[in-house]
């Protein structure tokens, strides 16, 4: 009786794809440089296989902070109660304090800045498309229900958002507003039509 192929010959890999995702996750939250070899090694992949996976240790870092940044905007809309601007407001807001925050963020910026930054605000990328999305959700969500009224269109108004985090949080030290949460705060109200007062 001959056997049909149900994949690649030779040997499957000891790990998945996954597994190794989540080790470059956990190895940048602790704010530890990400090394594509140490975790190959780690999870007894060959290094081509990671290669496969990732083609290059920029897209896995992008994939890591990609998938982190999701999983972060949708724990922080879930976290934030009511509807309407003031409740997009304050999920935005959480968002800042978080990112401005994060340890991970904070050690990839501090070791490998250009890249860093290249990785998180490229539209090219994988980070800012992703997160853009991620914002346009729950923008979207409550055009939906009927609880806000953007004043342009969404993955605009959710693009407009992003870029402003980026330059107010890790991009802007040059003109004094890197890391400034509370003013990013007033310029995303005035985008959302809400009074901080």
């Not at 996954?18 to 530890?32: K, V």
Request: glycine share 8%; net charge neutral.
């Amino acid at each position: 009786m001959t056997q049909l192929a149900t994949g690649r010959p030779g040997r499957p890999a000891a790990s998945t794809r996954q597994a190794a995702l989540a080790l470059a996750q956990d190895r940048f939250l602790a704010g530890e440089r990400i090394d594509v070899q140490a975790i190959a090694r780690e999870l007894g992949l060959a290094r081509a296989t990671m290669h496969r996976w990732f083609q290059t240790r920029d897209a896995l870092l992008g994939e890591t902070i990609a998938a982190l940044a999701e999983r972060r905007v949708a724990a922080a809309r879930r976290a934030i109660p009511g509807s309407g601007a003031v409740a997009l407001l304050a999920t935005c807001d959480r968002i800042n304090r978080e990112f401005a925050g994060s340890h991970g963020l904070r050690a990839l910026l501090m070791q490998e800045h250009d890249r860093a930054l290249r990785i998180l605000t490229s539209s090219a990328g994988v980070v800012q498309p992703r997160l853009v999305s991620a914002v346009e959700g729950f923008i979207d969500a409550e055009i939906d229900a009927g609880t806000f009224a953007s004043p342009v269109a969404s993955g605009v108004l959710a693009y407009s958002i992003v870029r402003l985090g980026e330059a107010f949080i890790y991009n802007d030290a040059v003109v004094g507003i890197k890391g400034d949460v509370e003013r990013l705060l007033e310029v995303e109200a005035a985008l959302l039509g809400v009074s901080t007062l």
